[in-house]
């Protein structure tokens, strides 16, 4: 399953997508987890030193490998010179699985090993000086968007993201891209103000979106939350002094979370799991379709130089029948 945690700056979304990561990876289910925020904390939250959070391998940095791995022996793909970050699969592309070695994975991701099991980390690297007023921070996750749009999960596989803060993921289709996401917020009027532009702009394209309420102290919060966010509220975490000791550069072991915080990550793979049963391949490849003729005409085919509409591959549709070919 392909989910993402989005939430305004300080909302907690980082550690709540580190939590659900080490929730998983206790359960023993397979998870590639991803920095695509452009302050990169997920590898601290997951236990990593930032020296060690430094030296992870920039997904943008390897852009060009990725798209030529991904290429495979599309007939419609000339180069992957000619690939942009909305480039759709098709017969012949190189499809990427949860479980699997492969050359994105040797080069970008990296293990980190948790109390309780361990999983993948992939990084799209931090915003630097060097690109300040030549670059945008949606050139970095483009990368992330491409591996979204090649990848055949199966049940209780996961590819969990931890987005850029706001309403920046809308400048392009990634929002879409996702089974589920969690929209983290604080019982707070800044807090719930990104839910309601998120709803807003998900409205038209059927994003799964599920609240989490974070920092909830008591009756009066959680009656706000309800009042603000209706029946989209999931869930609250409280709380928490094994988040304040993690955030103090302690360990703590996941068991030793609060019972009713942990019963809150397994809410969240509940509905993940419900996302999952949901999933409708049809519209998830004709809106990969939809946002690359949108960049294409709006700066993709002056960039490349060819009409990137020719990409399409109007007869295949991502899904389950894909399972045992990805890869290949």
Not at 138 to 144: D, P
Not at 235 to 250: I, K, P
Request: charged fraction near 25%; aromatic fraction near 8%; glycine fraction near 10%.
């Amino acid at each position: 399953m392909k989910i993402a945690f989005v939430g305004k700056g300080g909302s907690g979304k980082t550690t709540l997508s580190a939590l659900f990561i080490r929730h998983l990876a206790a359960a023993g289910c397979p998870v590639i987890a991803v920095d695509a925020d452009i302050n990169q904390h997920l590898g601290p939250a997951l236990g990593l030193t930032d020296d060690q959070a430094a030296a992870l391998p920039s997904l943008g940095a390897h852009l060009p490998e990725i798209k030529e791995y991904l290429r495979g022996s599309n007939p419609l793909i000339g180069s992957a010179e000619q690939m942009i970050k909305t480039t759709p699969p098709g017969r012949g592309s190189r499809l990427l699985r949860i479980v699997e070695d492969n050359p994105v994975y040797a080069a970008c991701a990296r293990p980190v090993a948790l109390d309780e099991g361990s999983v993948r980390l992939l990084a799209t690297g931090a915003f630097t000086e060097e690109d300040l007023g030549v670059a945008c921070y949606h050139s970095k996750v483009g990368a992330v968007e491409l591996l979204l749009n090649h990848l055949v999960d199966g049940q209780d596989e996961y590819f969990v993201t931890d987005m850029t803060a706001g309403s920046d993921s809308f400048a392009s289709g990634l929002f879409t891209r996702f089974d589920l996401t969690f929209l983290v917020a604080e019982p707070t009027r800044k807090g719930v103000s990104v839910y309601r532009q998120y709803k807003e702009y998900a409205r038209d394209f059927g994003v799964a979106l599920k609240v989490v309420g974070n920092k909830v102290n008591g009756a009066e919060d959680l009656a706000f939350l309800r009042r603000e966010v209706g029946e989209d509220l999931l869930t609250c975490f409280g709380q928490s002094d094994w988040v304040r000791r993690l955030e103090q550069g302690a360990e703590p072991e996941l068991r030793t979370l609060e019972p009713a915080n942990r019963a809150v990550l397994a809410r969240l793979r509940e509905q993940a799991e419900l996302a999952f049963a949901a999933r409708d391949p049809e519209l998830w490849t004709s809106q990969a379709v939809h946002f690359h003729l949108r960049n294409a005409e709006s700066w993709g085919n002056a960039k490349t130089g060819i009409d990137l509409a020719d990409q399409v591959d109007a007869g295949f549709v991502l899904g389950a029948a894909q399972l045992d070919t990805a890869g290949v």
